[in-house]
């Protein structure tokens, strides 16, 4: 089988959709399909990877995104694929899965991270002029509200709640194929080194609960609440719970915030890595208190290696977490107060290891391999073929 793959950017640093394409490209390469990917970016090369770096040459970032897609679209129109497999908005194409969920949703979770209901309205008025976003709105909606359009692939009943509320998209045009992610395979050894060079790095003892926050766009992952909720533990007395915040989102405005709320002492920024995994070996605890999530991989990820999560009700990855047996799920993103509840609650070893073999548990089975197979059994239904 001969698969055509369209998404803009391909680098595993600029975050989990990007990453989970990556591992899900490979999976489709191991079974022995033919992938073709079409992309912005230059990934490494691949045995059975054919890339296709198409420029979106022009004077604005807008204006390149609008250039990149019509110029796949003319691509993959001639490319005799047996199936055209979309991530990024392209017409033409068999399976769209928004692995960002829908540019709709998205907007309207930016509007959250406004307290006020004035400021919610100013930033509606700002968006009306926002080029860039109403044009990927136009193309979302006129590629969901065609009676011809592709399958939608959605990585969550949040995505799938997201289609249906926004677009009215009929139930035979959508399929779940829940996100996956790769195990953790590391040896005890392994594991037992990572956590020591992590914790002498960032000079966190063994008696300290560290709790990690993984993402790239701080305010929309819930930073700021993080840092709250750290205050707010500080207050209570609770000198034990250190905090390291890994991503690109690091600026000088995020160290102010810190220090104005004494916290300071208490988390470091990392900046990007390549060592997450080395970072989940060193933690007691993840925390995500996202706005928006379509299915964060980072739970997953977290979730599988057996390290304790907290995320919100706004994250798509949420399903899989039993409140207070294999996870915490808090409803309001700005419950500080809850956030730092359950990590009081997770500063007891016993009651982090109950929780992280119930988040192993629970994820057991959300593989990246058992995403790939049942993608590969939607494209053989498609396209009427075995794809081996």
């Not at 019509?70 to 908005?89: L, S, Y």
């Not at 299915?295 to 009700?313: F, H, K, N, Y």
């Amino acid at each position: 089988m001969k698969v055509a793959l369209v998404t803009e950017w391909l680098d595993a640093w600029r975050g989990g959709a990007e990453t989970s394409t990556l591992q899900f490209m490979h999976h489709l390469m191991a079974k022995g399909i033919e992938v073709h990917v079409f992309t912005r970016s230059r990934p490494s090369p691949a045995p059975g990877l054919s890339v296709h770096t198409v420029s979106g040459a022009s004077m604005s970032r807008t204006r390149q995104s609008i250039t990149f897609a019509r110029r796949v679209e003319r691509h993959v129109a001639n490319g005799r694929f047996d199936i055209v497999h979309a991530i990024t908005p392209c017409r033409g194409a068999d399976v769209y899965q928004p692995r960002g969920g829908t540019v709709a949703e998205t907007i309207e979770r930016n509007l959250a991270l406004i307290r006020t209901t004035s400021g919610q309205s100013l930033k509606r008025c700002a968006n009306r002029f926002n080029f860039k976003q109403r044009y990927q709105l136009r193309l979302e909606r006129e590629i969901l509200g065609g009676a011809d359009g592709p399958i939608v692939v959605a990585i969550s009943d949040y995505v799938v709640r997201q289609l249906e509320g926004h677009y009215a998209l009929p139930e035979e045009r959508i399929r779940k194929v829940y996100n996956g992610v790769d195990p953790d395979d590391a040896t005890e050894e392994t594991r037992a080194k990572n956590r020591a060079a992590i914790r002498t790095e960032f000079g966190v003892r063994e008696d300290q609960c560290l709790v990690l926050l993984i993402a790239h766009n701080f305010r929309l992952k819930g930073v700021g609440r993080w840092m709250e909720a750290l205050a707010l533990l500080r207050k209570r007395g609770v000198d034990d719970v250190r905090s390291l915040v890994i991503g690109k989102g690091d600026s000088v405005r995020w160290h102010t915030r810190a220090a104005r709320l004494g916290v300071d002492d208490l988390l470091a920024f990392t900046g990007p890595t390549d060592r997450v995994a080395a970072f989940r070996h060193a933690a007691e605890a993840l925390v995500h208190p996202t706005y928006y999530d379509p299915c964060s991989r980072v739970v997953l990820e977290a979730m599988s290696a057996g390290l304790p999560c907290i995320t919100t009700r706004w994250d798509g990855a949420s399903e899989m977490v039993r409140d207070g047996k294999s996870g915490y799920v808090i409803d309001d993103v700005c419950d500080t107060a809850t956030l730092a509840d359950r990590i009081q609650d997770l500063r007891d070893p016993d009651r982090r290891r109950v929780v992280g073999r119930a988040a192993k548990s629970a994820v057991a089975e959300v593989s990246m391999a058992r995403h790939c197979a049942e993608m590969t059994a939607l494209y053989d239904a498609i396209a009427g073929t075995p794809s081996l």
